[in-house]
């Protein structure tokens, strides 16, 4: 796999941004995967609802971006934090704009491609397919303009992603079969849940020159459960622009993406969950592993394999991706992103 990095703080398009309003929602993938409200913002509002002014990383800023191409492209890019959340890592990486989460989500999603390439090499398939990984420059949707006190505590999921949409393409960052990745901080922000994808272009060839936009709300992850719940969400989210239905069906009894993931029981009490079936692999409600549910589809029946939850005490999250999982990402490569597929 090949890691553009960048520097730390700029990547290639280190601008500042801007936003707007909405919502989403998917039968086969994930809107809200979690259960959280709606809407985006006011400056003001904003140091309200978060509890202190979003700090800027001092780096660079471009409008344009000039990057690696490949059939495999992502790009993650660091969404502004608020002073507390800063200090509750002890201001580490505030001069680069990624604080620790976001540091090992980015890294959880190089692996979990890196995974990918691995699985697909084995068996002789996606021979010399670039598979890039690399990250993006920071993102302030705070600094909206025209936005409502409602939208700056309650921003909803698709209004955030038209926005990073919007940013996208200001900053010319779109090359049309990219997938890129927002890390959020929004541990009360409902509406956006644990992350989600844009409609209509939710996986990275559905609409032509458009790319994908997702958003995983590491904010959620970071207050509400674990770092590994937070690695498994990013890269959770990462791979839903990379599956569809159709390829979901070839491998497993499902259209559903969750269903690829894996729910194994190491022990008596001790559920392992993987990337897909995070904020699905347990019962509904509040608690059920994660902290809270995906409201998206999932049927527990039909993943690749599920032990049960009677007794489990414990829910362990694992990085690790499903045999499933890898399939479906290597053929939706193969069928929507190679030229000769």
Known sequence: MTETDGSRGSGGDGTTVEATTDTADDATADTADGAFVDGVTTRREVLAALGGAAVLSSTTETTTTSVSEGPVHLRVY???????????????????????????????????????????TEQGRLEDVDVIV?????????????????????????????????????????????????????????????????????????????????????????????????????????????????????????????????????????LEVSPMATAYAGPEGVGGGTRFHGTACYDHDAFYRHDGYDGVENWRYTTTVSEATLEAVTTYVEHYLLEDG
């Open 78 to 120: 660091p969404g502004a934090l608020p002073t507390t959340g800063w200090a509750r890592y002890g201001w580490q990486g505030v001069s680069s704009g990624w604080p620790p989460p976001y540091e090992d989500a980015l890294e959880a999603i190089r692996d979990a491609f890196d995974q990918v390439t691995s699985y697909a």
């Open 134 to 270: 690399e990250r993006g420059g920071q993102v302030d949707l705070s600094l909206a303009s025209g936005s409502s006190p409602r939208d700056a505590v309650a921003p909803s999921q698709q209004g955030v992603l038209d926005a990073f949409a919007e940013v996208l393409e200001e900053r010319g960052a779109v090359t049309g079969r990219c997938s890129h990745l927002l890390c959020w901080w929004g541990p009360v922000h409902y509406a956006i849940g644990y992350g989600g994808t844009r409609r209509p272009n939710r996986h990275v060839d559905a609409v032509e020159d458009e790319d994908a936009q997702v958003i995983a709300n590491l904010g959620a992850t970071e207050t509400w459960d674990s770092r590994d719940v937070t690695k498994n969400i990013a890269i959770h989210e990462a791979f839903h622009t990379f599956l569809t239905g159709d390829v979901v069906e070839t491998v497993i009894d499902s259209r559903c993406e969750h269903d690829l993931g894996t729910a194994v029981r190491v022990d008596d009490d001790t």
